[in-house]
């Protein structure tokens, strides 16, 4: 079956320019995460949506910072105002159940560059 | 906050050797869930174990094995006679009220 998809794979933005990166998880699952993963570090969590609703937004690093699920199956992380540091891989992950301690289904990955 | 601590930043291997990757946590939770994750380089993490706190049984899956001891607060997995394949980055990972990952091992196993 189908697996987590990501797009693009890819983005190179300027640095002030706005982005939109998309998460397409596992039909039928209930529990969505977005994770920034920096070059040689592990995933760190930025937020999770149990359905349409946005449970945890916690690790979110700014304000700049958006994510939404409106139907509670797509979701959009959205960057405005990108900086440099926000160059980093972008993964969404999808679990069945409700909670984050449940197994998690990773996709490939958004590779952002700020330029 | 809990904290996990892969100190193993990169480790080589000669195939068929044996290789164990270390896993430390902290935490002040009594009930969570472990877990570890590969990361090849095509870059999608794949799952592998999760592990409840309140089982502390080793677990083994073909060639890869877990041993989880709660007394020290570490989760290691080794992968005996480690083949080409194995070469990715290993991730471990806390779950309570998130999952926390450590910052991984690179595993580089030569023929």
């Known amino acids: 079956g189908a697996g987590v998809s990501q797009s693009p794979r890819y983005k190179v933005a300027k640095r002030g320019q706005d982005v939109a990166l998309r998460c397409d998880p596992i039909?039928?699952?209930?529990?969505l995460f977005w994770y920034q993963q920096a070059l040689g570090q592990g995933p760190e969590f930025l937020t999770y949506f149990q359905n349409e609703a946005q449970l945890d937004k916690s690790g979110l690093p700014s304000d700049r910072f958006f994510a939404e699920r409106p139907e509670g199956s797509v979701s959009t992380l959205k960057i405005q105002r990108t900086q440099q540091e926000d160059s980093a891989v972008y993964l969404c992950a999808s679990s069945l159940l409700s909670r984050p301690s449940y197994e998690q289904y990773f996709g490939p990955g958004t590779r952002l560059t700020v330029t | 906050a809990q904290k996990v601590t892969q100190a193993q930043t990169e480790i080589s291997v000669v195939e068929k050797e044996d290789v164990t990757l270390d896993c430390v946590y902290e935490?002040?939770?009594?009930?969570?869930?472990l877990f570890w994750y590969k990361q090849p380089p095509s870059g999608e993490l794949v799952f592998l174990i999760r592990?409840?706190?309140?089982?502390?049984q080793n677990e083994i899956s073909g060639r890869y094995s877990w041993n989880f001891q709660k007394s020290t607060s570490s989760f290691n997995f080794t992968i005996t006679a480690s083949q080409v394949v194995d070469s990715a980055v290993y991730f471990c990972?806390?779950?309570?009220?998130?999952?926390?990952f450590g910052g991984g091992t690179r595993l580089m196993v030569k023929p």
């Open positions: 990972g806390y779950a309570g009220n998130m999952l926390t």
């Open positions: 039909s039928g699952h209930v529990s």
């Open positions: 592990r409840n706190s309140f089982d502390e």
């Open positions: 935490t002040r939770d009594t009930t969570y869930y």
